[in-house]
């Protein structure tokens, strides 16, 4: 699994240092006055630890994760970051770009170990490389018994526990009580909606947070899952100071390597002051950093948390974040919502739901219609037949593919903000199973659809996605989508489909008992069943099709020839194998197919 950077990330690499004083024991090194620069250390050991991709969010004051109207600076800040065995964890500034097009595509944010040499230059919560870069190097930490809960064991299923930190500074503090604080996360006193809770819904319980087990420490104890930590560390210092400060004070007074020995996710509460963003995560790990009353709201809980297992953002045509129909888009400053789960990417890594894969390049371009559930009715069995997420995979290596949800607004999605009872669809890298940032690219409503121009960059090979439409008869309702490739359906493996797939070749010169599918695009009428009622069609359709037939009416008896016109005329012979024959691969009919003129030789 690798990290994809947004396309602007290398425009944030050299992050300047803002020349505050701090002081650290975590990197052995020498002070050294430099003109305008405050206690900066020359690196004399070099130290290797594990890398850190991070997202750090802002808000502009209209409670989203934006920085401005501006469209150049309207996008989270990402960090590279290198996580020492004690859990200090540096920011590295000035890392040559060059390095990040080659060995550093490599990098596992949360896995990846890398060195940096000696040299590098100290300041506050930063490592300026000066224009190098780490060096990749293999393994992980060794594991001793209190290291057994590592952050390295990240899954999307199973349980995990949870510390929230109130943090006290020298100057401000979070500004609610430990009870409130384990409220919020855990719902310890009633709160309705919070982290565990929506985790819990979403996942249909195969994610379980749970509070940090109780701990007496030497200056404070772990109690319903909250410690209050006190630093002597100003506002002013920024979040980075105080960050390590308050990692090194958890170590002392519980007698730890680091923090994540006591809980998988560590979430830091810090005063308002310390930090201008609202809250930030590293990606595939366990800490989370929070500004005062954002570590309260449930959609900054969920994004954060969604940070630490590997979920990237989610965001819409150009803007980051602004695919609002899940958690990792825009946060809201509402302590109970809104009440969603995630987009048809994240859902689908998320591994909680039932899904389909469909190829359409591949031969069994056969069938795709199919039904589709929204969240709030799948019925948590992930092997059962109310898929709710469709990948249609690009086969190219590298290349980004396309996910599909039915956005139904109830239940425990029924707060979701954009793209209510439509289908939605929406791209990303790395397979939909690791880390990468997804774009929403269309919100159908019933009778639109979607064409996926040139497919696989084959010209005039066009997927269209049909939203046909929304059967409310049935409980639980589902959304009939079908899914075409260069006119034909895909998708022949849909676990509840409407009707059987055709055959790829007739077998008989007259039509088979059993009607095969309209092949239109996008039918409007009610699809055949598995078996007529009588031996034979009726004289006319039922029901009859709003739009004008695009086929004659079927007559009272079968044909000669076969009505609705299929992509290939039968032959008044099977054609299987024959020379000259369609093809558009080997297979048991032809074993040796010419792909270029899609004939048998």
Same mark, same amino acid.
């Given at each position: 699994?690798?990290?994809?950077?947004?396309?602007?990330?290398?425009?944030?690499?050299? *992050?300047?240092?803002?020349?505050?004083?701090?002081?650290?024991?975590?990197?052995?090194?020498?002070?050294?006055?430099?003109?305008?620069?405050?206690?900066?250390?020359? *690196?004399?050991?070099?130290?290797?630890?594990?890398?850190?991709?991070?997202?750090? #969010?802002?808000?502009?004051?209209?409670?989203?994760?934006?920085?401005?109207?501006?469209?150049?600076?309207?996008?989270?800040?990402?960090?590279?970051?290198?996580?020492?065995?004690?859990?200090?964890?540096?920011?590295?500034?000035?890392?040559?770009?060059?390095?990040?097009?080659?060995?550093?595509?490599?990098?596992?944010?949360?896995?990846?170990?890398?060195?940096?040499?000696?040299?590098?230059?100290?300041?506050?919560?930063?490592?300026?490389?000066?224009?190098?870069?780490?060096?990749?190097?293999?393994?992980?930490?060794?594991?001793?018994?209190?290291?057994?809960?590592?952050?390295?064991?990240?899954?999307?299923?199973?349980?995990?526990?949870?510390?929230?930190?109130?943090?006290?500074?020298? #100057?401000?503090?979070? @500004?609610?009580?430990?009870?409130? *604080?384990?409220?919020?996360?855990?719902?310890?006193?009633? #709160?309705?909606?919070?982290?565990?809770?929506?985790?819990?819904?979403?996942?249909?319980?195969?994610?379980?947070?749970?509070?940090?087990?109780?701990?007496?420490?030497?200056?404070?104890?772990?109690?319903?899952?909250?410690?209050?930590?006190?630093?002597?560390?100003?506002?002013?210092?920024?979040?980075?100071?105080?960050?390590?400060?308050?990692?090194?004070?958890?170590?002392?007074?519980?007698?730890?390597?680091?923090?994540?020995?006591?809980?998988?996710?560590?979430?830091?509460?810090?005063?308002?002051?310390?930090?201008?963003?609202?809250?930030?995560?590293?990606?595939?790990?366990?800490?989370?950093?929070?500004?005062?009353?954002?570590?309260?709201?449930?959609?900054?809980?969920?994004?954060?948390?969604?940070?630490?297992?590997?979920?990237?953002?989610?965001?819409?045509?150009?803007?980051?974040?602004?695919?609002?129909?899940?958690?990792?888009?825009?946060?809201?400053?509402?302590?109970?919502?809104?009440?969603?789960?995630?987009?048809?990417?994240?859902?689908?890594?998320?591994?909680?739901?039932?899904?389909?894969?469909?190829?359409?390049?591949?031969?069994?371009?056969?069938?795709?219609?199919?039904?589709?559930?929204? *969240?709030?009715?799948?019925?948590?069995?992930?092997?059962?037949?109310?898929?709710?997420?469709?990948?249609?995979?690009?086969?190219?290596?590298?290349?980004?593919?396309?996910?599909?949800?039915?956005?139904?607004?109830?239940?425990?999605? @029924?707060?979701?903000?954009?793209?209510?009872?439509?289908?939605?669809?929406?791209?990303?890298?790395?397979?939909?199973?690791?880390?990468?940032?997804?774009?929403?690219?269309?919100?159908?409503?019933?009778?639109?659809?979607?064409?996926?121009?040139?497919?696989?960059?084959?010209?005039?090979?066009?997927?269209?996605?049909?939203?046909?439409?929304?059967? @409310?008869?049935?409980?639980?309702?589902?959304?009939?989508?079908?899914?075409?490739?260069?006119?034909?359906?895909?998708?022949?493996?849909?676990?509840?489909?409407?009707?059987?797939?055709?055959?790829?070749?007739?077998?008989?010169?007259?039509?088979?008992?059993?009607?095969?599918?309209?092949?239109?695009?996008?039918?409007?009428?009610?699809?055949?069943?598995?078996?007529?009622?009588?031996?034979?069609?009726?004289?006319?359709?039922?029901?009859?099709?709003?739009?004008?037939?695009?086929?004659?009416?079927?007559?009272?008896?079968?044909?000669?020839?076969?009505?609705?016109?299929?992509?290939?005329?039968?032959?008044?012979?099977?054609?299987?194998?024959?020379?000259?024959?369609?093809?558009?691969?080997?297979?048991?009919?032809?074993?040796?197919?010419?792909?270029?003129?899609?004939?048998?030789?």
């Amino acid at each position: 699994m690798r990290f994809f950077l947004p396309y602007w990330f290398f425009s944030t690499l050299a *992050l300047p240092n803002s020349g505050n004083v701090a002081t650290s024991t975590t990197i052995r090194g020498s002070i050294v006055q430099k003109p305008q620069i405050n206690h900066e250390r020359i *690196l004399e050991n070099e130290q290797i630890g594990t890398f850190l991709l991070a997202e750090i #969010d802002y808000s502009n004051g209209n409670a989203r994760r934006e920085l401005s109207n501006d469209r150049k600076n309207d996008r989270p800040e990402t960090t590279l970051n290198i996580e020492l065995p004690d859990g200090n964890i540096y920011t590295l500034t000035n890392v040559n770009p060059s390095w990040m097009n080659g060995k550093g595509k490599s990098l596992e944010s949360g896995v990846s170990k890398i060195k940096i040499g000696k040299g590098a230059t100290i300041s506050k919560a930063n490592i300026d490389l000066q224009g190098g870069a780490p060096e990749v190097v293999g393994g992980l930490f060794g594991r001793d018994l209190e290291d057994e809960n590592h952050h390295r064991n990240l899954a999307v299923t199973g349980t995990r526990s949870v510390l929230a930190v109130k943090v006290i500074a020298a #100057d401000g503090e979070y @500004s609610f009580n430990a009870a409130t *604080l384990s409220d919020e996360v855990f719902g310890s006193s009633g #709160d309705p909606v919070n982290l565990v809770s929506q985790y819990k819904a979403c996942s249909f319980n195969k994610l379980n947070l749970v509070k940090a087990s109780d701990r007496i420490g030497s200056e404070a104890s772990i109690s319903n899952g909250v410690v209050t930590i006190t630093v002597a560390t100003n506002t002013s210092e920024g979040d980075g100071v105080m960050r390590q400060a308050v990692t090194n004070e958890i170590n002392r007074i519980f007698g730890v390597s680091r923090p994540d020995v006591l809980a998988n996710h560590v979430m830091y509460c810090l005063p308002s002051a310390a930090m201008s963003g609202i809250a930030y995560a590293y990606n595939d790990c366990r800490n989370s950093v929070y500004q005062n009353q954002w570590c309260n709201y449930l959609s900054a809980q969920m994004h954060e948390i969604g940070h630490n297992l590997n979920f990237a953002h989610s965001n819409e045509g150009a803007t980051a974040y602004a695919d609002q129909s899940g958690m990792m888009g825009y946060s809201y400053s509402s302590d109970d919502g809104p009440i969603m789960c995630f987009n048809s990417a994240k859902s689908y890594q998320s591994g909680w739901y039932p899904t389909k894969d469909i190829t359409p390049i591949f031969a069994d371009c056969g069938g795709f219609d199919g039904k589709l559930y929204g *969240l709030a009715d799948f019925d948590g069995n992930v092997s059962g037949n109310r898929t709710t997420v469709i990948k249609i995979n690009d086969s190219r290596a590298g290349a980004f593919d396309f996910f599909i949800n039915y956005n139904k607004k109830s239940g425990i999605n @029924s707060g979701t903000v954009e793209g209510g009872n439509q289908v939605m669809i929406t791209t990303t890298g790395n397979e939909g199973t690791g880390y990468s940032e997804s774009n929403l690219l269309a919100k159908l409503s019933v009778g639109m659809s979607y064409t996926i121009v040139d497919f696989e960059g084959m010209a005039g090979k066009n997927v269209v996605i049909n939203f046909e439409s929304v059967d @409310s008869t049935v409980s639980p309702p589902f959304a009939r989508v079908v899914i075409t490739y260069e006119a034909m359906v895909c998708g022949s493996s849909t676990a509840s489909p409407v009707t059987p797939p055709p055959t790829q070749s007739p077998t008989t010169l007259a039509p088979t008992i059993a009607p095969t599918p309209n092949p239109t695009n996008a039918p409007v009428t009610n699809l055949p069943t598995l078996s007529p009622t009588n031996p034979s069609p009726t004289t006319s359709p039922t029901p009859a099709p709003t739009n004008a037939p695009v086929t004659p009416a079927p007559t009272s008896a079968p044909t000669n020839q076969p009505t609705p016109k299929p992509t290939l005329k039968p032959t008044s012979a099977p054609t299987c194998g024959v020379p000259g024959s369609f093809c558009t691969q080997n297979s048991q009919c032809c074993q040796m197919c010419d792909r270029k003129k899609n004939a048998c030789k």
